[in-house]
T-cell receptor, first 111, second 114 residues
């Protein structure tokens, strides 16, 4: 079946380290992939969009990679801070003009 | 600043009641969406609309209907609420088709059906 997989276990890292979150998908060939941040009890907030012909995209301390061969996107937060603690969702369009979201990975950055 | 508002943050209803969830966006966006979010299941699309008076079923439309009489407003209706509709409901909007554009989400409505 078609699906997006994100690690359901929380990722706990120390402040200042780089956090790396993974998004794997099967049976899709998306032209774009998006990452969102969601805080508890809030709606998701868009962070980055990466196209299939872009291997990497950066925004301040955030970096996203997109490997269409591996069917995987990696989301990195460098110099992580406690304020980065949240759930991060990846999303893609499987060709239906509708976004499908992963279940998200919760990141906890401790001092 | 972009803004999507939802009529209630928390709502408690009884089984069988008709429930209206309202969503308003102030960005003149063409596209609006209703999702529900449940633990372990992620965001699932209920209905969406690409134009006024237009609606399309998402992945889980059963038990729901929608209304879009004005461009800025998209309403989700639970005709007869049931306990399995207890969930977080999120409205979103975008100016372009989803695959090429950001979706802007509202704060969500936590609905409990007793």
């Amino acid at each position: 079946s078609q699906k997006i997989e994100q690690n359901s276990e929380a990722l706990n890292i120390q402040e200042g380290k780089t956090a790396t979150l993974t998004c794997n998908y099967t049976n899709y060939s998306p032209a774009y992939l998006q990452w969102y941040r969601q805080d508890p009890g809030r709606g998701p907030v868009f962070l980055l969009l990466i196209r299939e012909n872009e291997k990497e995209k950066r925004k301040e301390r955030l970096k996203v990679t997109f490997d269409t061969t591996l069917k995987q996107s990696l989301f990195h937060i460098t110099a992580s801070q406690p304020a980065d603690s949240a759930t991060y969702l990846c999303a893609l369009d499987p060709g239906t003009d509708k976004l499908i979201f992963g279940t998200g990975t919760r990141l906890q950055v401790f001092p | 600043d972009v803004k999507v508002t939802q009529s209630s943050r928390y709502l408690v209803k009884r089984t069988g009641e008709k429930v209206f969830l309202e969503c308003v966006q102030d960005m003149d966006h063409e596209n609006m969406f209703w999702y529900r979010q449940d633990p372990g299941l992620g965001l699932r699309l209920i209905y969406f609309s690409y134009d006024v008076k237009m609606k399309e079923k998402g992945d889980i439309p059963e038990g729901y209907s929608v209304s879009r009489e004005k461009k800025e407003r998209f309403s989700l209706i639970l005709e007869s609420a049931s306990t399995n509709q207890t969930s977080m409901y999120l409205c979103a909007s975008s100016s372009e088709r989803p695959s090429t554009d950001t979706q802007y989400f509202g704060p969500g409505t936590r609905l409990t059906v007793l």
